[in-house]
């Protein structure tokens, strides 16, 4: 979602699948298509690891 609440990309994924796992994927293709976002909001269910990969590689 962007700052008014409009959608910015949706991706399915299979119910055994952990956002946390989906967002790295979700992150590629959000840097490939739209590049002028450079700042992500994310719950406390996406920290950790996910934030250190983000940070190394987009």
Do not use: C, K, S
Request: aromatic share 6%; glycine share 6%.
């Amino acid at each position: 979602m962007d700052t008014l609440g409009l959608p910015v990309m949706i991706t399915v994924t299979p119910a055994d699948i952990q956002d946390r796992d989906a967002a790295r994927h979700v992150f590629r293709r959000l840097r490939l298509t739209q590049p002028q976002i450079t700042q992500v909001w994310v719950d406390r269910g996406h920290a950790g690891d996910l934030v250190d990969w983000a940070r190394d590689r987009l």
